[in-house]
């Protein structure tokens, strides 16, 4: 099984600084088609989770442009350039390079 | 609109049974790979099960191998997971998630029901 690590697991952020969060996979997501699946979920407060970031770096329709992904084979960086309040939450790396699909442990952010 | 209802949930024994659906709408569900994804009070996601458009490809995690059965009736436009042999560690909000095309969304898990929660305890 691919095991995903996030860190940190826990991220305080002054509002309208930016926050990082790393995800490393135990092995290559690169697939045999060429493509990378790895992606990013936002998990709001109470909510079920939300797709922010497919395929390494493309933003999912909605999804405001202050949020970007980065990377390569098995590492992995979800930026938030500038954090609003809106933003509280956990956020999960997650593949579908391969089954079992896996996740990260997930990163909860917060404001200071 | 997309939407993914999931129903079914409760409080069970352990050893017991529960069946969970979920009705999809606002898209050609025959034309979607679909998943269980479940999460632990207080914990992180853990993937469940996989079934393709058609059925016809199932995957589970080993966690749950031989105890649930994920299944589909594409012509009522819903996705069920039929849990056995239930344990305390079952316990958890089960959701349904669709599986994006690979231009919209790169196969990454796009939509999610709101989670229907099981409790296993005597």
């Known amino acids: 099984d691919i095991v995903m690590t996030q860190t940190p697991l826990s991220s305080p952020v002054t509002l309208g600084q930016p926050a990082s969060i790393s995800c490393r996979s135990s092995?290559?997501?690169?697939?045999?088609?060429?493509?990378?699946?790895l992606s990013w979920l936002q998990q709001r407060p109470g909510q079920p989770p939300r797709l922010l970031i497919y395929?390494?770096?493309n933003r999912f329709s909605g999804v405001p442009d202050r949020f970007s992904g980065s990377g390569a084979g098995t590492d992995f960086t979800l930026k938030i350039s500038r954090v609003e309040a809106e933003d509280v939450g956990v956020y999960y790396c997650?593949?579908?390079?391969?089954?079992?699909?896996?996740f990260g442990q997930g990163t909860k952010l917060e404001i200071k | 609109e997309v939407q993914l209802v999931e129903s079914g949930g409760g409080l069970v024994q352990p050893g017991g049974s529960l069946r969970l659906s979920c009705a999809a709408s606002?898209?050609?569900?025959?034309?979607?790979?679909m998943n269980w994804v479940r999460q632990a009070p207080g914990k992180g996601l853990e993937w469940v099960s996989y079934?393709?458009?058609?059925?016809?490809?199932?995957y589970y995690a080993d966690s749950v191998k031989g105890r649930f059965t994920i299944s589909r009736d594409n012509a009522k436009n819903s996705l069920y997971l039929q849990m056995n042999s239930l344990r305390a560690e079952d316990t958890a909000v089960y959701y349904c998630?669709?599986?994006?095309?690979?231009?919209?969304?790169?196969?990454?898990?796009?939509?999610w029901g709101q989670g229907t929660l099981v409790t296993v305890s005597s």
């Open positions: 606002g898209f050609t569900f025959s034309s979607y790979e």
């Open positions: 997650t593949q579908a390079t391969q089954f079992p699909r896996t």
């Open positions: 079934i393709s458009s058609s059925g016809s490809t199932i």
């Open positions: 998630a669709r599986v994006g095309t690979l231009a919209a969304a790169g196969r990454g898990f796009d939509y």
């Open positions: 395929k390494i770096s």
């Open positions: 092995q290559s997501l690169v697939h045999s088609d060429g493509n990378t699946y």
